[in-house]
C-alpha cells in the first residue's frame, strides 16, 4: 500500500512537470512567434541575403526588376526529388522574365548531398544555402517543398507546393503578368 502511495506522487509530481514544461513552451513560442510577422498574400515578403553554391550573394526583399519565385527544399526531400524536373522546365523556358532562387535548408542537410542533387537535376539557377536557418525561419517554414512566388515590389503573391508542370508553369505565366 505504501509502495502504490509513493508511485502516485511520483506519478503525480511527473505529471506536474510536464505540465510546467508544456506551459514554458507554448509560451516561448507564442512570444517567438509574436515577434515574426504573420506571412500574408500582398505584404512584403521578409528580406535575407544568403551565399550561393556558386560563391555569390542573393538577396531577396525590397523591389527587384523580375518576379521572382523562392523555392525551399533539401536533398533528402522526396517531394523536392519529384518536383526538380517542373522547376528547371519553368525556368528554362520564362529565365529571362523571371528569377527563381532553390533555398537549400542547409541546416539539416549536407553540402556533398546538395551539390549532387543539383548536378544530378541540372539546375541553371541559383541556389542558395540557408547555413544558419534563418531564411526558413523568417518565412516561417513548415515542410519543403515551398515556394514563394514575389512580385516586382517584393510582395506576396502566393505560397504554393508540389504543382503539375502544367500548373507550375501556369502561375509563373501570372506572376510575369503582374
Excluded at 500574408?40 to 523580375?66: C, H, I, N, Q, W
Excluded at 542533387?117 to 539557377?125: I, L, T
Excluded at 514563394?148 to 502561375?171: A, S, T
Aim: hydrophobic share 45%; glycine share 8%.
Amino acid at each position: 500500500m505504501k509502495r502504490k502511495g509513493l508511485m502516485f506522487g511520483f506519478a503525480l509530481v511527473l505529471a506536474g512537470l510536464a505540465l510546467f514544461q508544456s506551459f514554458r513552451i507554448d509560451r516561448q513560442l507564442s512570444v517567438s512567434a509574436a515577434c515574426r510577422p504573420e506571412l500574408k498574400v500582398e505584404s512584403p515578403v521578409p528580406a535575407f541575403t544568403l551565399k550561393g553554391l556558386d560563391g555569390g550573394e542573393y538577396k531577396v526583399g525590397g523591389v527587384r526588376d523580375k518576379p521572382l519565385m523562392v523555392n525551399f527544399w533539401a536533398s533528402w526531400c522526396g517531394p523536392c526529388r519529384e518536383e526538380a524536373p517542373a522547376l528547371k522546365q519553368v525556368y528554362d523556358r520564362y529565365k529571362g522574365q523571371f528569377d527563381l532562387y532553390a533555398v537549400n535548408v542547409t541546416r539539416g542537410d549536407e553540402l556533398e548531398a546538395v551539390r549532387r542533387f543539383v548536378k544530378q537535376a541540372e539546375f541553371s539557377f541559383p541556389v542558395l544555402l540557408d547555413t544558419s536557418g534563418e531564411a526558413a525561419e523568417a518565412y516561417r517554414l513548415l515542410f519543403v517543398p515551398t515556394s514563394f512566388l514575389i512580385d516586382r515590389q517584393g510582395r506576396l503573391k502566393e505560397v504554393i507546393h508540389v504543382l503539375p508542370p502544367d500548373e507550375l508553369e501556369d502561375k509563373i505565366k501570372k506572376l510575369i503578368a503582374i
